[in-house]
């Protein structure tokens, strides 16, 4: 009698206070404390970015899925580059970025309500035009139309 399901009498010590450790009221909170192996910033999961880079590779962007620019790597072939060029290309690479990371998204939803017995046509076409998502084929379009008229020079 006084057991619990466990098989355990409630009343009895716990083998780990038994030593003279009361512990605290805040202890029980514990579970709620993030992971010890997740403070180490090599084991974080990282949310998903999307990098674009353009034809010459001296720069690149990296956004986050919802088009927030995380990161701008230059190369050194950028020092022949004046300060207005190089704000022209960065912005135009970031733009064509956040796109395609938008497009990402849009691929994603349509999968995901796709998946709930949504239609997949309804669904697309919501995106894109209620919600403002590009398809994957309209970020590629565009991708393409500004790379053949930007660095059209550099194919030739």
Known sequence: MGDDISGRDPWEEDDDLADGDEGSVLDAFEIFMPADEFDDADDAILPPQYTLANPQRTVSVT????????????????????????????????????????????????????????????????????????????????????FAIRYSDDYR
């Open 63 to 146: 956004v986050s899925l919802d088009g927030r620019v995380v990161g701008v790597e230059l190369s050194q072939q950028v020092d022949s580059m004046t300060e207005s060029q190089l704000a022209e290309e960065i912005t135009v690479i970031a733009r064509l970025a956040q796109q395609q990371a938008r497009a990402t998204q849009h691929a994603l939803i349509a999968l995901f309500m796709s998946e709930l017995g949504n239609d997949s046509v309804m669904t697309r076409g919501f995106l894109e035009h209620e919600v403002s998502l590009p398809s994957p084929e309209t970020a590629n379009v565009e991708l393409a139309r500004v």
